[in-house]
């Protein structure tokens, strides 16, 4: 029988690990993971169209969307494929991570994720990608989920939404390669090739998610344990019926005892499963109520939703409410470099800032409601102006503010909550402020647009959430310090 203390004792660290080797090493995956974001959205890797002027002279298509002959819908269909994998396994991982090791559910992801990319590469038909894009969201979702909290577990303590800040930059900055990369490779080459590339790139972080001895989380206990637990239960109990039948037989086991052990142990297993997954779906059931009840917690995923909202839609029609209002020439550069920038330097900030006041949720909630509401202001004032220098430098501001909640707001997800909750926490956030943030606030923005006819009045509306969001994070710090 395995002591019951053991389960909780500490195991000693593996040889290979060290807290900043580690941090090197998501940062490092993350970066591959939106480099792939970025890749994909580029003119190099998802190309074009066949196009036919006035005289009938065509145009050849490129990148994936020429080579498929595919229609702007379709091409649209490849980024909510990638999605609907990333929102459904999300929580599922994070479920998992209850019984089984979190690292190597990871080692799994990375895994799904790099094969995914490889099929992307050799794929044949649209439907073909589409699902292999599907399957890279999934693979990217154990990730999402679990690295965050290894990542809290292992930094320093005065530290912590420092080194959180120094993982989430890896967004922005994968993101920008990723335009790069995919337009490089896929102007250079052959689109397929950028995708190669990734998987070759992801390949050692996978195969190493599997060789290594695997870190555990805090608040769970070792999985091998539990393994040996449960073995010596099913055993005894398989014991005690194999006895009880004996003591039926009287005697007759001896002739027919093999095939009857036999059916009781193959009886006993598939009892054993079925018991497994209910009491998987009773868990999670429980755990998502604990969370659901959680006041910090729903606040803190409500102003993030708001928050997303907005931003989803600034990278989605940024660019094309610049040139209308401003009359942009390079709306493209222009946005997207204000954004890369301010994204990375906004979100190193934010982590540092909160380290210094003094890592707290109340504190977090602070600094997540006074950098809104100020980036809201900002942001605000840049699209009433007529000039564009003056709006180029208090958009830049704007986002500079907005974006130094990305630390702060993924530290109140990991802290609100216990240990062993922390996955699931992250990634119930995910999957809230994609469902109900970034996913619908693009086609509400374009009706919006359609209806009014003045992209002015539209940013205008659109960053006024931004003081929703601000307002929300309020009531958590009011609720925090004056429970």
């Known amino acids: 029988m395995v002591p019951p203390s053991s389960s909780m004792d500490p195991s000693p660290p593996p040889s290979w690990f060290t807290p900043k080797r580690l941090l090197i090493i998501f940062c490092v995956i993350n970066m591959i993971n939106y480099v792939d974001r970025g890749a994909i959205a580029s003119n190099g890797v998802n190309g074009s169209s066949e196009t036919c002027d006035d005289k009938g002279i065509c145009k050849s298509g490129s990148g994936i969307q020429g080579e498929f002959d595919l229609t702007n819908f379709q091409d649209g269909l490849l980024s909510s494929a990638f999605m609907v994998g990333l929102l459904v396994a999300s929580p599922i991982f994070a479920s998992l991570a209850k019984s089984y090791n979190p690292f190597r559910l990871i080692g799994v992801g990375l895994s799904v994720w790099t094969l995914s990319v490889a099929g992307c590469a050799s794929a044949f038909s649209f439907w073909f990608i589409a699902i292999c894009r599907m399957l890279v969201g ?83 206990s070792p999985v091998e344990s539990k393994k040996a637990l449960a073995s010596v239960e099913t055993v005894s109990s398989v014991t005690d019926v194999a006895d009880s039948k004996a003591s039926k037989l009287d005697g007759r086991m001896l002739v027919g005892g093999d095939g009857i052990i036999g059916d009781e142990l193959s009886k006993t297993s598939k009892s054993e499963s079925i018991h497994n997954i209910l009491n998987q779906l009773s868990r999670f059931a ?21 928050y997303n909202f907005v931003i989803g839609a600034y990278s989605y029609w940024g660019p094309k409410a610049g040139y209308n209002i401003y009359h942009m020439k390079s709306a493209d550069m222009l946005f997207g470099g204000v954004t890369i920038v301010c994204g990375i330097l906004g979100t190193i900030s934010g982590g540092f800032i909160l380290d210094r006041m003094g890592a707290t949720i109340s504190n977090a909630f602070i600094l997540l409601s006074g950098a809104t509401f100020l980036g809201a202001i900002s942001c605000f004032s840049a699209f009433c102006l007529r000039s564009l220098y003056g709006f180029i430098v208090l958009f830049a501001v704007g986002e500079l503010l ?3 909640t990305q630390a702060p707001v993924n530290y109140v997800c990991l802290h609100c909550v216990r240990p062993s909750l922390r996955p699931l926490s992250m990634a119930i956030s995910t999957v809230s402020i994609h469902i109900f943030g970034d996913v619908p606030s693009s086609p509400l923005v374009g009706i919006l647009q359609d209806h009014i006819n003045n992209w002015r009045d539209t940013a205008l509306i659109l960053t006024s959430i931004l003081f929703l969001a601000a307002g929300i994070w309020f009531i958590g710090a009011i609720n925090k310090m004056f429970p």
């Open 138 to 220: 999934v693979g990217e979702a154990s990730f999402i989920s679990l690295a965050a909290p290894f990542i809290d577990d292992n930094a320093p303590v005065s530290q912590k939404t420092a080194w959180l800040a120094m993982f989430y930059m890896c967004i922005p900055t994968g993101i920008a390669l990723g335009y790069v990369y995919g337009g490089y490779v896929g102007g250079y080459f052959h689109w397929r090739y950028a995708f190669w590339g990734e998987a070759l790139l992801m390949l050692p972080f996978a195969v190493f998610g599997f060789l290594v001895k695997p870190l555990q989380l805090k608040g769970f």
């Open 286 to 306: 429980k755990d998502m109520k604990v969370l659901l009840v959680d006041k910090i917690y729903v606040v803190n995923v409500f102003g993030y939703i708001a």
């Open 402 to 404: 907005v974006f130094a």
